[in-house]
Structure formats: C-alpha cells, structure tokens
C-alpha cells in the first residue's frame, strides 16, 4: 500500500467504468437481437463489424490535461507506467507525441507495448517509435492480431494499386494503408465510405480486386498478458483500434 493509491483507485474505477458500460451495451444488444449493419456487409452473429457514430476525440495533453497530469504524477510517484495498445498501425502522429510526451514527463517511467500484425507496418512503426522518443523508448512492438484464438488468421488492407486505376479517390493516399482489419466487409466499408460517383459509389464489388490479404500470427487476450508480462491491474492505459471488432474482443481482457 501507498500513500499514492488514490490514484491507483481512480485509474481502476475510470477503467471499470468503461468496461462496465461496454459489457452493458453488449447484453442489451444481444437481449434485443439487434444487428448493425453497414452498407454493402452481409450481417451475421458471428464476426460482425461495427463502427461507433461520434468522430474519435485524439489522444492529446492539451485534450485532457487534467488525466494526462494524473499519469504523470502516478508515473513519478508510484511505479512505471504500463501502456497496452492494440491496432496501433504505425501510430498516428498525435498518438506518437502524446507517448513522446508522456515519456518525456515520466523521466521515462514508462513502458509500452504495442500490438500490430502487418509485418511492414511493424517495421515501419519501430523506426517512427525510434525516431520521436529515442533510443531508450522502452517499447516493446508485438507482431500479432488479437484474436478469439491462436490460429493464424487472414488479415485484410487495400492495394495503393487502387489509384492507379481510380487516381481521383477522395481519401488520401497516405491514409490507405491504414484501412486494414480481420474482417473484409469492413475494409470495403471503409473504402466506400470516401466513395464517389466516378469511383466506387455505386460499385461496391469493384473494391474486391484491391483487397490485400496476408495471414499474420494470432494472440488470444490472454496470451497478450502473458507474452508482454502484465496483469489487468497493471495496465494503466488501454488504446484499442480493432477496426469492427472491439466490442467482440475487449470483454476478453475482463474475465
């Protein structure tokens, strides 16, 4: 015990919260049969996408300085910060100075592991983790998806071969290597929704033949906390972008 364990207290309940909230939403959903569908999916129990509504807040000091000082002060005082974040890509770039940052005020009591299955973007993301904080960055980069088991599984991303062929597609090039996922409905849902009429808008079956599939290693929630040595409790801040699958996949971290 700590003089510290407020905070440790408040880290908890803020996490539980959540994913008392989530689990809630879940049983809801189920209780209801409710399915949510997005165009041009094929909707089943098993494997489904979804996607939340409101855009996603960026992960920023400046954002909320208020629990960004509240890691710091548990970084400095207590132990090492432990960060667990899963479908990292190659980190976006205020997702990497909010980590740059937060090791840069920690004094580097700070640990970070992060998940991405796609072996460029593993390499990709340790050269840019190298680059902004340093070489003593205490990260440790996993090559794997998260998964429901831990049979290699088919990751799917979209071909930059895409603009070649439809050189006016709206989103920019740069972002297409980041619409990747377990689930190939969701890449093509995620192309269409930059659709156009002089592209895909009404063509969805075009996007097929950009589709890029890879098999990649699989890691169940559980081997996750094994192979990167935490417990539940000891996560102090937990990132997932699971592309469609995180309401499927996060209640596994709770049993």
Sequence with gaps: QHGGTGICS???HSV???FTWLCL???VIARRGSVVCLPYSKCRPKNQTC???PPRTKMSKEDDRAHFQMLVQHGREERMLNVLHIGTNDLKDDELDWYRDLH????????MFFLEPQPHIVRKL???VFEAIGPKHNAEVIEAALCFDTKPTTFYSVSEMMYED???YTIPQSMVARISSLSRNHVIDLVMQFAKEDDFAFRPDLV????VTIEVRCLTAEGVLKETGLAPADIDVFVSDLEGYDTQLLPFFLA
């Design 10 to 12: 408040s880290l908890m």
């Design 16 to 18: 539980l919260g959540f």
């Design 25 to 27: 939403t879940i049983r």
């Design 51 to 53: 996607r939340a509504a």
């Design 104 to 111: 840069a005020e920690t004094a580097g009591a700070l640990r």
């Design 126 to 128: 340790r050269q840019r």
């Design 166 to 168: 439809f050189p006016n």
């Design 208 to 211: 097929d033949a950009y589709v």
